[in-house]
């Protein structure tokens, strides 16, 4: 039975051995996207998303575990399988390959059916492992009474039915939706700083209070964000969004939020030493790379944020990047 609609990115320099491979493929009904180099091969892989990418190892500039490297975040964002075509029989390379993650291997002699079997095996592969992952996270989810949401970065990819009932009214692009695009995050406040350190990696958790839905204004929800680790440098994101009950719906005017009580600062009451940590702080850089960025030791780094703090009176670092960004003191 011969395979439509299935894309292959083919990575190789030698003309003869891509020529096999290329012929096989396309006979058995796969479109393959033949590329020499890196540089086209990540265009190729960006546009074109294929199903499934098979590499060379021996290659001029690079070889095919560098090659692996490089396209690593794309392959595992996209779920794409990765097959590695050896020349020859090489113990120590082999063990590497199966270190770095990669899913299969085609070794001398390339006969045909045993191509064929490969690449048909590690796309059956990856298509039952999505509809595990689709059918696990859909029981899991089902009865929980909450809103619960799995994205990649900004991307939001799955999702159960209450936070489908939530956001009714969000527009769906490609089968998904886009973060910012289903809540509301002020610019300029504490929740915004705290996304942003969640969002580059700083943080593995975060907790926004009192926030908006598109479409639901009347409403507040509390949003719960965890990273989860996956291979590599990619990781997902799994959010929680918990509507407020009634009583907790109207401000509490008795325990409002800082973002209240912005008062006027007086532009000399730190000192430039001090605007320089607090203004990278704002930006997210920790405390260990201001240290090497303004050549001071991590301690004082901390002792000019525990002055920030006692001068402003604001009790925490965030909430001095916000009074300060509310008097147009700091650019945020």
């Given at each position: 039975m011969k395979t439509t609609q299935r894309n292959i990115?083919?990575?190789?320099?030698?003309?003869?051995?891509?020529?096999?491979f290329i012929d096989v493929l396309t006979k058995e009904g796969f479109q393959v996207i033949y590329v020499r180099n890196i540089e086209i091969a990540i265009q190729k892989l960006m546009k074109e998303l294929p199903d499934l990418i098979l590499c060379f190892y021996d290659l001029n500039d690079l070889n095919g575990f560098q090659v692996y490297n490089i396209l690593d975040n794309e392959i595992l964002k996209n779920?794409?399988?990765?097959?590695?075509?050896?020349?020859?029989?090489?113990?120590?390379?082999?063990?590497?390959?199966?270190?770095?993650?990669?899913?299969?291997?085609?070794?001398p002699p390339f006969d045909q059916e045993r191509i064929i079997n490969i690449v048909r095996k590690q796309l059956l592969k990856n298509v039952e492992r999505k509809a595990f992952d689709a059918i696990k996270f859909e029981s899991i989810c089902r009865m929980i009474p909450y809103g619960i949401f799995v994205a990649?970065?900004?991307?939001?990819?799955?999702?159960?039915?209450?936070?489908d009932k939530l956001i009714a009214s969000a527009e769906k692009r490609n089968g998904s939706y886009l973060l910012n695009e289903?809540?509301?995050?002020?610019?300029?406040?504490?929740?915004?700083?705290?996304?942003?350190?969640f969002m580059n990696g700083l943080t593995k958790d975060c907790r926004l209070n009192r926030i908006h839905m598109q479409g639901v204004?009347?409403?507040?929800?509390?949003?719960?964000?965890?990273?989860?680790?996956?291979?590599?440098?990619?990781?997902?994101?799994i959010g929680v969004v918990i509507p407020l009950k009634d009583t907790e719906q109207s401000p509490d005017l008795n325990n409002h939020?800082?973002?209240?009580?912005?008062?006027?600062?007086?532009?000399?009451?730190?000192?430039?030493?001090?605007?320089?940590?607090?203004?990278?702080?704002?930006?997210?850089?920790?405390?260990k790379q201001i240290a090497e960025r303004?050549?001071?030791?991590?301690?004082?780094?901390?002792?000019?944020?525990?002055?920030?703090?006692?001068?402003?009176?604001?009790?925490?670092?965030?909430?001095?990047?916000?009074?300060?960004?509310?008097?147009?003191?700091l650019n945020v």
């Amino acid at each position: 039975m011969k395979t439509t609609q299935r894309n292959i990115l083919l990575i190789g320099e030698s003309e003869g051995a891509s020529k096999l491979f290329i012929d096989v493929l396309t006979k058995e009904g796969f479109q393959v996207i033949y590329v020499r180099n890196i540089e086209i091969a990540i265009q190729k892989l960006m546009k074109e998303l294929p199903d499934l990418i098979l590499c060379f190892y021996d290659l001029n500039d690079l070889n095919g575990f560098q090659v692996y490297n490089i396209l690593d975040n794309e392959i595992l964002k996209n779920d794409i399988p990765f097959i590695m075509i050896f020349n020859q029989f090489r113990k120590n390379e082999f063990f590497v390959a199966v270190e770095l993650g990669i899913d299969s291997f085609i070794y001398p002699p390339f006969d045909q059916e045993r191509i064929i079997n490969i690449v048909r095996k590690q796309l059956l592969k990856n298509v039952e492992r999505k509809a595990f992952d689709a059918i696990k996270f859909e029981s899991i989810c089902r009865m929980i009474p909450y809103g619960i949401f799995v994205a990649d970065h900004k991307r939001i990819t799955q999702t159960n039915e209450t936070f489908d009932k939530l956001i009714a009214s969000a527009e769906k692009r490609n089968g998904s939706y886009l973060l910012n695009e289903v809540f509301q995050f002020n610019a300029g406040t504490e929740d915004e700083l705290k996304l942003s350190r969640f969002m580059n990696g700083l943080t593995k958790d975060c907790r926004l209070n009192r926030i908006h839905m598109q479409g639901v204004d009347k409403e507040y929800f509390n949003l719960y964000f965890t990273r989860v680790k996956r291979q590599g440098s990619i990781s997902k994101i799994i959010g929680v969004v918990i509507p407020l009950k009634d009583t907790e719906q109207s401000p509490d005017l008795n325990n409002h939020t800082f973002e209240n009580e912005v008062k006027y600062l007086d532009p000399n009451l730190i000192t430039a030493r001090e605007r320089q940590v607090l203004q990278l702080s704002a930006t997210g850089v920790p405390i260990k790379q201001i240290a090497e960025r303004l050549g001071i030791s991590e301690r004082t780094v901390e002792k000019h944020r525990s002055n920030i703090i006692q001068k402003t009176d604001s009790g925490n670092i965030m909430k001095a990047v916000f009074m300060f960004g509310k008097n147009y003191m700091l650019n945020v």
